[in-house]
């Protein structure tokens, strides 16, 4: 999705959904003033920078300070990466640590480690909430057994998770791209969304 999608579901969609992710899709298109052609746009939602860093300390302290600047309320880090750079994160903008992944890697490499993630950035400055995906349901339970800060969930829709299946395992938001943004009237698409999520029924199973 480019920046001018982006900025039009903004402005069609601010106060009908809790926020956006921005990803590397408009910041790659149009750099870090893309966020701030998005954020713009946007008067009642949250807007979350999703570039999940990865870096030294240092710089991932520039990116994180780069978008902040130009509106980004809070923005996605790794985990793995350790204290030291969520830390460094965290001191230019609320930061969300990747607690682990939907992919076939993060079994290996990211689950292991998962539930350390979150103990080491549970109480650090600036941390206000973790990631966990909507598609492992019990990911989403094991991070909530160890905090009480937000914790989104994205892979509803596209993915295969379904609509409300995160929000009963634990999650406070879902987060959902391409059912949206592909949408011939996201407006509809949102409503249909938010009613299924009202309706769901707790799930079980980590697939």
């Known amino acids: 999705m480019g920046l001018e999608r982006a900025v039009e579901l903004a402005e069609r969609l601010d106060g009908r959904v809790d926020g956006f992710k921005i990803g590397y899709d408009v910041v790659l298109?149009?750099?870090?003033?893309?966020?701030?052609?998005v954020a713009r746009a946007v008067r009642e939602s949250f807007v979350l920078v999703d570039l999940k860093v990865a870096d030294i300390p240092e710089v991932s302290r520039r990116i994180v300070a780069a978008v902040s600047e130009r509106g980004a309320d809070a923005v996605i880090v790794h985990g793995f990466v350790g204290r030291?750079?969520?830390?460094e994160c965290a001191r230019e903008a609320p930061v969300v640590v990747v607690a682990t992944m939907s992919h076939p890697g993060a079994r290996r490499f990211y689950d292991p480690v998962c539930r350390e993630v979150v103990r080491v950035c549970e109480h650090l400055d600036g941390v206000v909430g973790f990631v966990a995906?909507?598609?492992?349901?019990?990911?989403?339970?094991?991070?909530?057994?160890?905090?009480?800060?937000?914790?989104?969930?994205?892979?509803?829709?596209?993915?295969?998770?379904?609509?409300?299946?995160?929000?009963?395992?634990?999650?406070?938001?879902?987060i959902v791209g391409r059912a949206v943004t592909r949408a011939e009237d996201p407006e509809r698409a949102v409503e249909d969304l938010v009613r299924a999520m009202r309706s769901s029924r707790p799930t079980d199973g980590d697939e």
Not at 29 to 37: F, I, L, M, Q, S
Not at 133 to 150: F, S, Y
Not at 152 to 168: C, K, N, R
């Open 133 to 174: 995906p909507a598609t492992r349901p019990a990911q989403v339970r094991a991070v909530r057994e160890l905090t009480d800060k937000v914790i989104i969930s994205p892979g509803v829709g596209a993915q295969g998770a379904e609509p409300g299946s995160a929000l009963e395992a634990g999650a406070d938001f879902e």
């Open 84 to 87: 030291d750079v969520v830390r």
């Open 29 to 37: 298109e149009a750099g870090a003033e893309g966020v701030r052609e």
